[in-house]
């Protein structure tokens, strides 16, 4: 494990199938052009399964992207975390809102894993959270334990702050599709199994809490574990994410935010400056001790603000 230097890895998934190489690059990571990607590929800078290949080579789902980049200035990031539980196998991390877990694009040593390797030595995530999400997750000290304890968390709830007024109660469950977006990672909720793949079943309970400012405050609880579940549901549902560039009210504002071109009235419709999604709660039985172990995480004061300003 080397951290002085910086290897970018990407496997790609069903939203990369059949883009060529230097598109996936540039669309994905927006800090540098399609010529520029064309040229550190043919550099051998960029390998496709431990391969020097064109630029134009055509992506297959796992296809394994390694990136061993020299000169990416690294933006700031808010590295304030917390450990809020710690023995000899497993650490519960606190994550701020402006903090990517695992290096990707720029990110490297502004990243969790870079901060807690640095302190515990080579460390594996058991559950993940978005750059923007702030919150609880679970880290372990070996992949074995990893494993192990990833099958033993019962329960995954969610704090999030949604634009209108949120029934009571709602349980989604179906199934997250391709959005058709200019965003080739943006996904949509369906309650109907679609016709054809690729698809994935989701399930999300979702009460709740307060309502006030037109916001909701709303707890999820996630039943699958899928990427952009509360996001996209809720987006699908008709109440979209504050602060959230791609699920919120206007999905330009992520290609902006990749642009450096948000305006100062974008950021006032967006209300906060990152998605207002919290991992609240999580609730597990140790696997070697047999305790049953909770914990939970209070909603963050700039997203508390949301909900008490102009009361």
């Not at 390998?47 to 080579?57: F, W």
């Not at 006030?212 to 809720?234: D, P, Y």
Request: aromatic share 10%; with cysteine; net charge neutral.
């Amino acid at each position: 494990m080397d951290l002085s230097r910086r290897i970018i890895r990407s496997t790609i998934d069903w939203s990369g199938v059949n883009l060529l190489l230097a598109d996936y690059l540039a669309g994905r990571f927006t800090y540098r052009s399609r010529e520029e990607w064309c040229s550190r590929i043919v550099s051998g800078e960029i390998t496709l399964n431990g391969k020097i290949v064109s630029p134009d080579t055509v992506l297959a789902l796992h296809d394994q992207i390694e990136y061993r980049p020299q000169d990416i200035p690294e933006p700031p990031a808010d590295l304030d975390y917390k450990i809020v539980f710690e023995d000899e196998e497993l650490l519960i991390i606190n994550k701020p809102g402006n903090l990517c877990m695992h290096p990707a694009g720029p990110f490297f040593k502004h990243t969790l894993w870079h901060l807690l390797c640095t302190k515990y030595g080579n460390i594996h995530f058991i559950n993940r959270l978005d750059r923007e999400t702030s919150g609880l997750l679970m880290a372990a000290k070996d992949p074995k334990t990893a494993k192990t304890f990833a099958k033993c968390v019962s329960v995954k709830r969610y704090q999030v702050i949604v634009h209108g007024d949120f029934p009571q109660e709602v349980t989604a469950e179906g199934f997250l599709v391709d959005a058709n977006s200019v965003v080739h990672k943006k996904r949509k909720f369906v309650f109907e199994m679609p016709p054809a793949p690729p698809f994935e079943s989701a399930k999300t309970v979702f009460r709740k809490i307060s309502a006030a400012n037109g916001l909701s405050l709303v707890e999820a609880t996630l039943f699958t574990g899928r990427m952009h579940q509360i996001r996209a549901t809720l987006s699908s549902l008709g109440y979209p994410v504050a602060g959230d560039k791609l699920y919120g009210l206007d999905e330009t504002f992520y290609l902006k935010q990749r642009t450096g071109e948000l305006s100062d009235i974008d950021r006032k419709t967006l209300l906060v400056p990152r998605q207002a999604l919290h991992s609240a709660e999580l609730e597990f039985t140790h696997p070697r001790t047999g305790e049953k172990l909770s914990f939970s995480s209070e909603l963050p004061a700039e997203l508390q603000k949301l909900l008490t300003f102009g009361e």
